[in-house]
């Protein structure tokens, strides 16, 4: 046997990069901030004075709070543009359940600022998906177990309807029924079920890859996800108006 191959094998296996300190971390954030107030705000000074004392974005989204999802960077939006809400699992409470922050954004945006559209955005890889299959991994964190209950129904409809080959496959078919499941949630609010019944209000269910950048938006009227490829009309989730 050569010397090289009476190395130990973690020899070949590539070093770990050191992680961040606290201290580089925020100055990394301030620097950031830095860039934009002396080089990006100065080239958009215009928009910023019509922003400071309104707003009339197009659409509230409704999406998780994980880092890698940037709702204006997928959308290719500018500031004021979208109202959006971000939690954990991108969860809608039903109404009355909890009177908490989903629940009042959702009121304000509809009623206060007149949105046309809401839409919620589920995403690869949810961290709060894996925990709903995996609820024991919750035991530490009972309040993110307790906010999580409400994708238990998604759940449920994958464990009673779907014969999954993985856990790859369990994960990708959670991901699209819990964001069905916040849909009929959302419909539950009072102010979201009148401005879709008189035609005013349309909401939308999408899926987010984050590895190819593709989006899967739930059509109603085909009961399932379709590529959100510019080649097809727009899916919707909205049902049709009855005033």
Aim: proline share 7%; glycine share 6%.
């Amino acid at each position: 046997m050569s010397d090289k191959d009476k190395q130990p094998l973690a020899a070949s296996v590539p070093a770990q990069p050191e992680a961040e300190t606290a201290d580089a971390a925020l100055q990394h954030i301030v620097d950031g901030f830095l860039h934009f107030h002396h080089e990006i705000f100065p080239q958009q000074e215009e928009l910023f004075k019509k922003l400071a004392t309104a707003q009339q974005p197009r659409a509230m989204f409704i999406t998780c709070a994980d880092s890698r999802i940037v709702p204006e960077l997928i959308t290719h939006s500018s500031p004021g543009d979208l109202f959006v809400t971000r939690n954990v699992g991108n969860v809608v409470p039903p109404y009355g359940q909890m009177n908490g922050g989903v629940s009042t954004a959702i009121e304000y945006a509809v009623l206060a600022l007149g949105v046309q559209h809401i839409i919620i955005c589920g995403h690869s890889d949810c961290g709060a998906m894996r925990a709903v299959l995996n609820p024991d991994s919750l035991e530490k964190m009972p309040t993110v177990k307790a906010w999580l209950r409400h994708a238990e129904v998604a759940k449920t409809m994958v464990h009673d309807n779907c014969n999954c080959a993985d856990e790859n496959e369990t994960m990708h078919i959670l991901t699209e029924e819990n964001v069905i499941a916040q849909l009929q949630h959302l419909r539950t609010h009072p102010s979201v079920a009148s401005r879709m019944a008189n035609g005013h209000l349309f909401i939308h269910g999408w899926v987010y890859d984050i590895e190819t950048s593709a989006i899967k938006a739930y059509d109603a009227d085909q009961g399932g996800f379709l590529p959100l490829d510019g080649s097809h009309p727009i899916p919707v989730a909205t049902p049709k108006a009855r005033f």
